[in-house]
């Protein structure tokens, strides 16, 4: 069993910054693919941002070039790290693991999530 915790989220003005981290037990990330998903009020989960257990990453087009997804295996902890944020990004950060890889932009392909962190950017 894997238990996740993410922590970071608060208020930002637009084009601000914030860190979101998610610390993992029970099994190590390295052997886990990673990932971010967000939902707004009224709207669907919706994928953000992945980190494959091949190392390699993956972002929604909507975030590209503004948020990184990073691990750190000694800390046990993966992180998603938010620039240049906008009203839009409004949403409940989750981060979720799991044994699938292939298809790292769906929920299913997760069988572990946190409880959710609020990010919230006013205009």
């Known amino acids: 069993q894997v238990q996740l915790v993410e922590s970071g989220g608060g208020l930002v003005q637009t084009g601000g910054s914030l860190r979101l981290s998610c610390a993992a037990s029970?099994?190590?990330?390295?052997?886990?693919?990673m990932a971010w998903f967000r939902q707004a009020p009224g709207k669907e989960r919706e994928f953000v941002a992945a980190?494959?257990?091949?190392?390699?990453?993956y972002y929604a087009d909507s975030v590209k070039g503004r948020f990184t997804i990073s691990r750190d295996t000694a800390k046990n902890t993966m992180y998603l790290q938010m620039h240049s944020l906008k009203p839009e990004d409004t949403a409940v950060y989750y981060c979720?693991?799991?044994?699938?890889?292939?298809?790292?932009?769906?929920?299913?392909?997760?069988?572990?999530w946190g409880q959710g962190t609020q990010v919230t950017v006013s205009s």
């Open positions: 979720a693991a799991g044994s699938g890889d292939y298809y790292y932009y769906t929920l299913p392909n997760y069988d572990y």
């Open positions: 029970g099994r190590a990330l390295s052997s886990l693919g």
């Open positions: 980190s494959r257990r091949s190392g390699n990453t």
